[in-house]
Antibody, heavy 121, light 112 residues
């Protein structure tokens, strides 16, 4: 079955960096667009970033553009999110989510359980 | 960015009774390919969101047929024909026609 397992979250000071990972299994990773979505405590989900299977197409939310970088290692079935210049408003549970449409970002059919990022001094 | 507006904020429903949630988008979600990029998710307490409905009215695999979606253009509705205890949680609509994908504010459904 489809599994997405996030890791790498933790507590970091404002201005700091973190690198999140998402290990995928149960499907052919290289065939799928994959997203990062976050959810601040008590709030609704917020889309963060997306990458195409070959990384030629990447999009970012304005709130993270220039600070976050999405990437993937298809040989290891793993998605990454490098987060720099972190702000308190980046505090959230970060999910990776699979997109069932290969050609373009479309929607999410499976989500991981999330990894918690807390930005606090 | 496309703004998604959901109503009501919360619903308290007697088991076996119907429930309805409205979602309106600030611009049409109908694309030139003929598809309408509107999705419904349910986030049960303590869990990740799970897909219920894709492209307005198509139930995702394993979703009970008591869930149905309808609408077009900018106005959409999710209906639960007979609410069960397992349906509690927060329901979100989402548009996928353009990045950034955006979500409605959520509707919390609880059982009376």
């Amino acid at each position: 079955q489809v599994q997405l397992v996030e890791s790498g979250g933790g507590v970091v000071q404002p201005g700091g960096s973190l690198r999140l990972s998402c290990a995928a299994s149960g499907f052919t990773f290289i065939n799928y667009v994959i997203h990062w979505v976050r959810q601040a405590p008590g709030k609704g989900p917020e889309w963060v970033a997306v990458t195409s299977p070959d990384e030629t197409i990447k999009f970012y939310a304005d709130s993270v553009k220039g600070r976050f970088t999405i990437s993937r290692d298809n040989s290891k079935n793993t998605l990454f999110l490098q987060m720099n210049s972190l702000r308190e408003e980046d505090t959230a549970l970060y999910y990776c989510a699979r997109d069932p449409v290969a050609a373009r970002p479309d929607y999410f059919d499976f989500w991981g359980q999330g990894t918690l990022v807390t930005v606090s001094s | 960015d496309i703004v998604m507006t959901q109503t009501p904020l919360s619903l308290s429903v007697t088991p076996g009774q119907p429930a309805s949630i409205s979602c309106k988008s600030s611009q049409s979600l109908l694309r030139s390919d003929g598809k309408t990029y509107l999705y419904w998710y349910l986030q049960k307490p303590g869990q990740s969101p799970q897909l219920l409905i894709h492209e307005v009215s198509s139930r995702f695999s394993g979703v009970p047929d008591r869930f149905s979606g309808s609408g077009s253009g900018t106005d959409f509705t999710l209906k639960i024909s007979r609410v069960e205890a397992d349906d509690v949680g927060v329901y979100f609509c989402m548009q996928g026609i353009d990045v950034p994908f955006t979500f409605g504010g959520g509707t919390k459904v609880e059982i009376k």
